[in-house]
Every structure is written in C-alpha cells, then in structure tokens.
C-alpha cells in the first residue's frame, strides 16, 4: 500500500462545475496535509495546507480532512480552464518531510 | 526576491557519464530538499538538508547519488556513474520551519536525459 494515494485520473470537469480532488493516507501520525498544483513542465506550488478536521476555505478552493477516515479532498468551485493541472497530494507526520501521492491530472473543459 | 535556482535546467549526457546538479535555495531558508520525478514513481524525496546537514537520505536510490550542501546558499546533487533509468526531473525545493506549516517553495527542476 502506498503511503499517499490519489486517483490518477485524468479528471474532466466542464467550466464553471465544482471539481473534486481525493486523496487518502496510510500513517495515521500525520499531522499536516497540503494541496500542491503543478502545470506542465512547470514545478509545484502550495495551494491549500490544513491540519484540523474539517473544511478550510481559501477562495474557490476548500480542503476538507478526515482524520477518522484518513481521507482528504480538494474541491474547486465555479472552475477555470486555468485550473487544468495536476494536483499532487502531500502529507506530514509534522517534521519537514512531505511525502507525495502520484497526482490526479485534472482537466477543466471550456 | 528571486526563487530557488537551479542549474543546469537540462542536462542530456551518455550513460556512465557524471552528473552534477546545482541548487541555490532563498535566502533565509534553513531547510533544502532534493526530489525526482517520473511518470512511473511521481516525486520522491531523494534527500533532506537542515542547517546544512544531512537529515534523512533514506529516498537516495543507491550509492551512485550523493549530495552535499557546503553552504547555507549552494546544494548538489551527484551522480556518478549515470545509468538511463535516471532520467528524470529533478527538483530542488527549500523552506524554513514555521510554527503553523511548512510551505516548500520549489525551483523550476533540471531534466536530466541519460543515452
């Protein structure tokens, strides 16, 4: 079993619908979960930390945690073509190390 | 203020050939990282360094990589001999640690080609 694991995808979402990112974890330890986006050729950047059961709203992005579950999600409202990228799925067990899942390819339809 | 740097951004070389990958982490940050990319295996942390040291190289693949970081500005990453299977991206990211989280701000990778 992989320590991070997300759909690969790709996932196709029309413009203006709510695009829905998953992920689940194996170490029941971690602390802190992040959301990274990754374009094309491009590196990764953090889009969305949280460390506490719930939802956290930032913008058109919520992430939602479920420690119970071990489970964590990205939604993305009213979506953008510029939100075509891939989401990569990062957790620690509160040190620096992050360890990421595969990705999920998203693809936001005009 | 300018990003992570790394250099060379592509290295294609032949198989047994070294490589040396170069990383200049922001000013400030106390913590680099060095990670891979592929399709098949996603991003591996290859190393970690905090305050120069090592902390964890348990990612390193084999005794072919090394990595150093003399200074607090200046990080490489080695590999010697080169085989294809390493070819990939490869990322250098830094941070510093917060109290709240741990953003990694990433440079813009090197894609190394191994023939």
Not at chain 2, 52 to 74: H, L, W, Y
Not at chain 2, 87 to 95: D, E, H, K, M, R
Request: net charge neutral; with cysteine.
């Amino acid at each position: 079993q992989k320590e991070v694991e997300q759909n690969s995808g790709p996932l196709s979402v029309p413009e203006g619908a709510i695009a829905s990112l998953n992920c689940t974890y194996s170490d029941r330890g971690s602390q802190s979960f992040f959301w990274y986006r990754q374009y094309s050729g491009k590196s990764p950047e953090l889009i969305m930390f949280i460390y506490s059961n719930g939802d956290k709203e930032d913008g058109r992005f919520t992430a939602q945690l479920n420690k119970a579950s071990q489970y964590v999600s990205l939604l993305i409202r009213d979506s953008q073509p510029s939100d075509s990228a891939t989401y990569l799925c990062a957790v620690s067990r509160g040190a620096q190390k992050l360890v990421f899942g595969q990705g999920t390819r998203l693809t936001i339809n005009p | 203020d300018a990003g992570v740097i790394q250099s060379p951004r592509h290295e294609v070389t032949e198989m047994g050939q070294e490589v040396t990958l170069r990383c200049k982490p922001i000013s400030g940050h106390d913590y680099l990282f060095w990670y891979r990319q592929t399709m098949m295996r996603g991003l591996e942390l290859l190393i970690y360094f905090n305050n120069n040291v090592p902390i964890d190289d348990s990612g390193m693949p084999e005794d072919r990589f090394s990595a150093k970081m003399p200074n607090a500005s200046f990080s490489t990453l080695k590999i010697q001999p080169s085989e294809p299977r390493d070819s990939a991206v490869y990322f250098c990211a830094s941070s510093f640690k917060r109290q709240s989280y741990n953003e990694q701000f990433f440079g813009p990778g090197t894609r190394l080609t191994v023939l």
